[in-house]
Structures are given as structure tokens and as C-alpha cells.
Nanobody
Framework: QVQLVESGGGLAQPGGSLTLSCAAS????????MAWYRQAPGQERELIAD???????KYADSVKGRFTITRDDPKKMAYLQMNNLKPDATGVYFC??????????????WGQGTQVTVSS
């Protein structure tokens, strides 16, 4: 019913920047919060940033001041601007959204993830 597709991952040098995008599609009535998670090799998935439908944002302490989450509701998109990247940013980044399905209830959905590697 709802699909989330991430893009924008790749290889970046320490100190560099990347912008991740998340496109939502399907039988969507409205999107509540949207979030980005990261799963580093051998570690559990962790919340990096989230944004409510009203634009309120929250960040993990490790990325505050360097990462920015935004959303474009008419386009059903979320973005994660990542600046001053460090090697510990390496991992698979997943987009998640709480979505009201048309004619249905709200539920959480996940994308397949996009790989980010920070290395010189």
C-alpha cells in the first residue's frame, strides 16, 4: 500500500557532504512523522533524526549541528542533509514514516535503505 524509497547514498570523504532523499508513494492520505535511521556494521539500527508533520525536528546527539532533516509534503518527500561527515556515519540509512492510508489506519513503513560510506 505504501512504499518508501531512499536514494542519495554513496561514498564521501571525511568532512564531505551527502543528501539523502526518501520518496513515499502509494495509497497515502497523510504522513505523520518521518525519520531517518542508521544501521552501522554489526550494530543495531539507531534513530538519527525525525520530523513531525508540524516541522518539529529531533536529532541524535552525534549528528546535531551537522545533519538537517526536512520534508516536502506536497511531494511526499523527506531529506537528510549530512555535512561534515565523519567515518562513524558509515552505515545503511533507512527512511521510516508513519502514514495514514486512505480509508485505513496509520501504520509505520520502512524503506529498503541506502548505503553511506565515509572514507578517505
Amino acid at each position: 500500500q505504501v512504499q518508501l524509497v531512499e536514494s542519495g547514498g554513496g561514498l564521501a570523504q571525511p568532512g564531505g557532504s551527502l543528501t539523502l532523499s526518501c520518496a513515499a508513494s502509494g495509497n497515502i492520505f497523510s504522513i505523520n512523522f518521518m525519520a531517518w535511521y542508521r544501521q552501522a556494521p554489526g550494530q543495531e539500527r539507531e534513530l538519527i533524526a525525525d520530523i513531525t508533520r508540524y516541522g518539529a525536528t529531533k536529532y541524535a546527539d552525534s549528528v546535531k549541528g551537522r545533519f538537517t532533516i526536512t520534508r516536502d509534503d506536497p511531494k511526499k518527500m523527506a531529506y537528510l542533509q549530512m555535512n561534515n561527515l565523519k567515518p562513524d556515519a558509515t552505515g545503511v540509512y533507512f527512511c521510516s514514516a508513519n502514514v495514514w492510508v486512505a480509508g485505513g489506519a496509520a501504520d509505520d513503513y520502512w524503506g529498503q535503505g541506502t548505503q553511506v560510506t565515509v572514507s578517505s
